[in-house]
């Protein structure tokens, strides 16, 4: 039998990253769940880890951790809205500024009044967002689409895992329209990060999530944003909202594009870190488009 406390106090001085001593215990702690379904009290406490020990896994694990791996990829699970959902590095690690996103989505939901809204989220990866929404609001109809095959087949596993019902299309938001309508709600958590920011992203980010869903050009870094703005403009029904998740660094330019396209009560919000994270814009009912434009 092996002390558990003793073994994690090994394991983190085997650990060689930069992280401060708090992220690499919360890696540690991560493992530990995982592998042998101990929490931080059990630890703590000593447990005794029997037979589920495996020497030769640990350091497995523990030369992926120093190669800078996430720990996400190497244990293929992420923590999402108190829910696990299975990851590899084909699909982006959800994170908890995308739960903010989530909570203005059940908000709106919430406040619309519909029996059964229609959401549409674009660009799923994992399915956290479209998954989390249909579990939330069980009520409605959710349509999930992504351009890679790979990660439509992740977010599929984890809708059946957490007993979620959405529709997953193959879709290409830069190459056609949207592959429905009438959708009250769209949603996304597009790819928002310049290029020219990859030098100061962490080797952790960079080296392993897919750049598919991180990147954009320099030069175009709205390049999504305006896709997103004028697809969702052809599917929402009459007062539909539009929320997606942003770079801290444009959300007024965000925000302006929508507005520019004609979309109404504009707003950007931050996150719990107080940066500029979300933007939320409506599009006209009827009444207010022939105000707007007819008038």
Not at 165 to 170: D, G, H, L, N, W
Not at 193 to 212: A, D, K
Request: with cysteine; charged share 25%.
């Amino acid at each position: 039998m092996m002390n558990s406390k003793t073994l994690f106090h090994e394991i983190v001085k085997r650990i060689t990253i930069t992280e401060g001593k708090e992220e690499i215990h919360a890696i540690v702690n991560m493992i530990f769940a995982h592998k042998f379904s101990l929490s931080r009290t059990d630890i703590m406490a000593g447990r005794p880890i029997g037979d589920e020990y495996r020497a030769g896994d640990l350091d497995t694990i523990i030369a992926r951790i120093n190669h800078r791996e996430p720990v996400q990829y190497i244990i293929n699970e992420a923590d999402f809205w108190m829910r696990k959902f299975f990851v590899d590095s084909s699909v982006l690690i959800p994170r908890p500024e995308t739960e903010e996103l989530v909570k203005h989505v059940i908000s709106v939901a919430s406040q619309r009044g519909s029996d059964i809204p229609r959401i549409a989220d674009i660009g799923t990866g994992s399915g956290c967002i479209a998954i989390t929404l249909a579990l939330e609001i069980p009520q409605a109809q959710i349509y999930a689409t992504d351009i890679s095959k790979d990660a439509l087949t992740i977010a599929q596993r984890n809708a059946v895992e957490l007993g979620a019902r959405v529709q997953f299309i193959e879709h290409d938001l830069l190459s056609g329209p949207l592959p429905f309508n009438a959708m009250d709600i769209v949603v996304s958590n597009p790819p928002y990060i310049p290029l020219e920011e990859m030098n100061r992203m962490s080797q952790n980010v960079y080296g392993f999530e897919p750049h598919t869903a991180l990147f954009v050009p320099d030069d175009d870094p709205l390049l999504f944003y305006r896709a997103l703005a004028a697809s969702a403009w052809e599917i929402l029904t009459p007062d539909g909202v539009l929320a997606v998740e942003v770079n801290e660094r444009f959300g007024t330019e965000v925000s302006s594009l929508f507005s520019d396209k004609g979309y109404v009560d504009v707003h950007v919000h931050t996150d719990l870190s107080e940066k500029e994270r979300i933007v939320v814009a409506r599009k006209p009912d009827k009444h207010e488009f022939e105000v707007k434009y007819i008038s």
